[in-house]
């Protein structure tokens, strides 16, 4: 029998079949994905949110749909997006990055939530506390808008000669504010001037590296953010164009060229987003999932960096991890 007229009997058949017989087939499970950033930088972190899944017996494709929506770092466009998935009535929603478990979070008060995020989760509204979240809401804490005091002191140790710093933020992201508190409380400790920069765009980035240069600022901070995430190349890219050192907040960024990052591995608390969504589809309820918070935190260095800059310095020796 040809390839063909076997499909189009296997279908006939199956049309063919008794509407009892149809209903004992369980329907599939739908779950929205929205995320502030874009597809392309989520492509590891994806992946790890699939092994979480499959970890807990769910694996896309086989007894799992899954409805992704992107941003692309235009923030406005998370409460539409949220909004949608919510109209389609998906099962769970999985809203990686901060500004998406805002955007999730404002949308619904019944369909469970399972968020990664920056930004203290109960400090932002997303949970009633860490260990009993309360509501349609839990997920994984990853430590980055906490440290932005801890990476501006590593900076100043790389640099000690530099006392005026830029501060790279993104105002459209909710927990600017905090970083910046944080960082200007720092720098008054250890006797710096900060020169604060902001950029939602390619467009804006690229800007704000001409003020630093044209200003003759000797070193750079950028600030945790979804968005300054996806643009890890490009940011790495200014800063050895124009020998600037910067330090970051995720390890991705030393990986990819940058002189070194201070945080903690954003693939981990996908992986348990996934792992927190399969055990929600199997009937738990995020009011008894605790929050699961990263406590590893890494200094990452690159030493290649480090050279092209001139840089020598002892904080290597203090490092999780040398790029050499």
Same mark, same amino acid.
Request: charge should be neutral; proline fraction near 8%; aromatic fraction near 12%.
């Given at each position: 029998m040809r390839r063909r007229e076997f499909i189009t009997l296997l279908g006939s058949t199956a049309? #063919?079949?008794?509407? $009892? %017989?149809?209903?004992?087939?369980?329907?599939?499970? /739908?779950?929205?994905?929205?995320?502030?950033?874009? $597809?392309?930088?989520? /492509? $590891?972190?994806?992946?790890?949110?699939?092994?979480?899944? %499959?970890e807990a017996g769910f694996v896309e494709g086989r007894n799992l749909r899954i409805e992704f929506r992107w941003a692309h770092g235009q923030y406005d466009q998370l409460p539409i997006l949220a909004a949608d998935l919510v109209d389609r009535q998906v099962a769970v929603i999985a809203a990686v990055t901060p500004p998406a478990a805002l955007a999730a979070k404002a949308a619904t008060k019944?369909?469970?939530? /399972?968020?990664?995020?920056?930004l203290d989760p109960a400090k932002a509204g997303l949970v009633e506390s860490l260990n009993r979240p309360g509501g349609n809401a839990t997920g994984a804490y990853t430590l980055a808008t906490s440290l932005e005091g801890k990476r501006l002191e590593l900076l100043h140790e790389v640099v000690p000669k530099v006392a005026r710093i830029a501060v790279l933020v993104n105002p459209h992201f909710w927990g600017t504010e905090l970083e910046l508190k944080d960082l200007h409380e720092a720098a008054r400790i250890l006797g710096l001037e900060l020169l604060? +920069?902001?950029?939602? &765009?390619?467009?804006?980035?690229?800007? #704000?590296? #001409?003020?630093? /240069?044209?200003?003759?600022?000797?070193?750079?901070?950028?600030? &945790?953010?979804?968005? *300054?995430?996806?643009?890890?190349?490009?940011?790495?890219?200014?800063?050895?164009?124009?020998?600037? @050192? %910067?330090?970051? *907040?995720? @390890?991705?960024?030393?990986?990819?060229?940058?002189?070194?990052?201070?945080?903690?591995?954003? #693939?981990?608390s996908y992986r348990q987003a996934g792992v927190y969504v399969g055990r929600i589809l199997k009937g738990e309820k995020p009011a008894d999932l605790p929050i699961q918070q990263s406590t590893k935190i890494?200094?990452?260095?690159? +030493?290649?960096?480090?050279?092209?800059?001139?840089?020598?310095?002892?904080?290597? +020796? *203090?490092?999780?991890e040398v790029i050499e």
């Open positions: 049309a #063919a079949w008794p509407l $009892p %017989a149809r209903a004992q087939q369980p329907a599939m499970p /739908v779950i929205g994905f929205l995320s502030a950033r874009s $597809p392309y930088g989520s /492509v $590891p972190h994806v992946a790890a949110f699939r092994q979480g899944l %499959a019944t369909i469970p939530i /399972v968020f990664t995020t920056m604060v +920069l902001e950029a939602s &765009s390619e467009g804006g980035i690229t800007a #704000a590296f #001409a003020t630093i /240069v044209e200003q003759r600022i000797g070193a750079l901070l950028v600030a &945790s953010d979804p968005f *300054f995430f996806d643009q890890r190349e490009q940011l790495v890219a200014l800063t050895a164009r124009h020998a600037i @050192p %910067a330090i970051f *907040f995720f @390890p991705e960024f030393a990986l990819a060229g940058g002189l070194m990052a201070y945080g903690t591995r954003l #693939a981990d890494e200094l990452i260095v690159n +030493l290649k960096t480090a050279q092209a800059l001139g840089l020598t310095f002892p904080i290597t +020796l *203090f490092a999780n």
